[in-house]
């Protein structure tokens, strides 16, 4: 299935090294690029080189496949992400969110995935391109963000 855009994820302040190994396992599994990790969010190696084993534990080896990138500060990386030729997307619930199910991406894409809790602050929406979001229909308000980038990273394919 050739000419469909490429996809990479960047993860800010996501706090659990367990949500964070199972985006690099499900990022691997979906053909994504490569993953940027903001704010505290943790790395499959420390600032040692050391390998972070909650991460490589739930990762299951692709967070030494898939290629990753630190960047303290979010917004800087999402401009410069743009000014790249990328289509930055936040995925959060919003008023201004499009279901991600009618959502089409036809160029290089970042889906950008926030805080378990708090999700993405107004000042990161503010710089992404776009939202979406993924319908609620239960009693619960959201996904746990590992589960969201399930969705969000197969129902957009890749070559």
């Known amino acids: 299935m050739k000419g469909f855009p490429r996809i990479a994820v960047m993860l800010h302040n996501v706090r659990s090294s367990h949500n964070v190994g199972s985006i690099f396992r499900t990022a691997d599994a979906a053909g994504v690029e490569k993953i940027f990790l903001s704010g505290y969010t943790p790395t499959p190696r420390d600032r040692?080189?050391?390998v972070q084993?909650?991460?490589?534990k739930t990762a299951?080896?692709?967070e030494t496949h898939v290629l990753w990138e630190f960047r303290k500060s979010a917004v800087p990386l999402i401009r410069q992400l743009r000014k790249d030729g990328r289509l930055i997307v936040a995925v959060e619930q919003d008023k201004r969110a499009h279901n991600y199910r009618t959502y089409s991406i036809e160029r290089p894409t970042v889906f950008v995935f926030g805080n378990e809790v708090r999700g993405l602050s107004k000042q990161i929406l503010d710089v992404c391109d776009d939202i979406v979001e993924i319908p609620m229909h239960g009693k619960k308000e959201s996904l746990n963000v590992s589960v969201a980038a399930g969705i969000i990273l197969f129902a957009h394919?890749?070559?």
């Open 157 to 159: 394919p890749r070559s």
């Open 53 to 56: 084993k909650n991460i490589a």
């Open 48 to 50: 040692f080189e050391r």
């Open 60 to 62: 299951l080896g692709a």
